[in-house]
């Protein structure tokens, strides 16, 4: 099969970039097309073939890639994928708009509709980074979303198979789209976590720190706990977490890899108070071994298992969070447990079902496409048109 691979952008190295590594390895020789690309945050990348449009010649869209919505409508309508059999679109914004023959199977690996067409994109407009353009981006969004929603709709309709990264995402897409969609799960590269020998006396918060992640939950309730919390990330609402937080609050910033591994695995229990789509940080504290303290919704019902790794609290405020982390109880969890459930999710599974569900996708494809051309055939022939009974039917279907 000759291979493409689509994905949104390439700017910095996040959740849908590390799938698209996967896909990478898994497709060496598949060339990459995207919108805009920021090499030196893909040292992964160094001599891939990634094919970028007419917006990498603009600077501003290396940076700002989210002012481009409509400009990147127009960039992936205008790649060239007429050589190849099979198309994989890595997408949770226009990537999936891309044009296709009638011959080449295109699968959609879809992150989520897109927010801020489908869900509302009032609360962007809070933003701090429209900054001077709010103004402006108030009185346009309302006709240029309008556009773009229904822009987005017919681009679904250009994609022959779905896959969701989790049931919730298969129910939206369902939804927006009219869609059945097969759920293959992100992957946790689970050889860069282990189990420590010794864990210490902290909880631990890990991601951005934007308003939707509801940092601000977790650092309320662990002022009225008392207990040590360390925070990782940066984002929007750091400076205003920071002016919040009492002294058992520890805000660590951006740290590598290596050590965000050591501080999964010596923490008490990792806290994840949002709803996402699927949400890796729980799977990389389970792979090292620690149970997880969720918001019980979206993608995390799907990966925590309550009582064997992890719990839940109900409601998304201070009180339901205050009241889980006074219950939990560290004793109850087996790492090693909670590790084989993580081993699920590992980067060789996601690689294993991603290929058995390509090439099963492309073999009923191209029978269902065979069988179309047989039919028509058949039809062009004559043999199921109306008087194709009686006499001299057979005359008919011999000269046929």
């Not at 501080?263 to 890796?280: K, N, T």
Request: charged share 30%.
């Amino acid at each position: 099969m000759r291979i493409a691979l689509v994905h949104d952008w390439l700017t910095n190295l996040a959740g849908s970039e590390r799938v698209l590594l996967a896909l990478h390895d898994l497709y060496p020789e598949a060339p990459i097309y995207t919108s805009v690309f920021v090499p030196e945050e893909f040292p992964q990348l160094r001599g891939a073939d990634v094919r970028t449009s007419f917006l990498q010649g603009i600077p501003l869209a290396k940076k700002r890639h989210q002012l481009f919505p409509y400009l990147r409508t127009v960039a992936f309508e205008r790649f060239d994928l007429s050589g190849y059999d099979v198309v994989i679109s890595s997408c949770h914004a226009e990537a999936k708009g891309v044009l296709t023959r009638p011959e080449t199977l295109h699968i959609c690996y879809c992150y989520t509709p897109i927010r801020y067409y489908w869900s509302g994109y009032h609360h962007y407009l809070d933003n701090p980074r429209f900054g001077l353009l709010n103004p402006l981006a108030r009185a346009f969004m309302p006709f240029m979303i309008n556009y773009l929603r229904v822009w987005d709709r017919c681009a679904a309709d250009r994609v022959d198979v779905f896959v969701a990264i989790s049931r919730h995402v298969a129910e939206r897409i369902r939804k927006y789209y009219r869609r059945e969609a097969e759920v293959i799960y992100p992957p946790v590269n689970a050889s860069l976590f282990r189990i420590s020998e010794k864990v210490e006396d902290y909880f631990l918060l890990v991601g951005r720190l934007i308003p939707y992640k509801r940092a601000d939950l977790v650092v309320e309730a662990f002022n009225r706990l008392g207990l040590p919390l360390k925070v990782v990330g940066t984002g929007s609402e750091l400076e205003s977490l920071r002016s919040l937080a009492r002294p058992n609050v520890e805000f660590l910033g951006r740290v590598g890899d290596g050590e965000l591994a050591e501080l999964y695995s010596r923490c008490l229990a990792l806290v994840f108070p949002q709803e996402e789509d699927f949400g890796i940080v729980p799977l990389e504290a389970m792979a090292s071994g620690r149970p997880v303290i969720a918001y019980r919704a979206g993608g995390a019902t799907e990966t925590v298992v309550e009582g064997k790794t992890g719990m839940f609290f109900d409601r998304q405020d201070v009180d339901s969070l205050a009241e889980a982390v006074r219950s939990f109880r560290p004793e109850d969890f087996d790492p090693e447990a909670i590790r084989r459930h993580a081993l699920a999710f590992d980067l060789p599974v996601f690689k294993e079902r991603v290929r058995r569900f390509v090439e099963r996708a492309y073999a009923e494809f191209k029978s269902r496409g065979e069988t179309a051309r047989r039919g028509y055939l058949v039809k062009l022939s004559g043999k199921e048109t109306e008087g194709d009974h009686g006499e001299g039917a057979d005359e008919k279907r011999a000269r046929a």
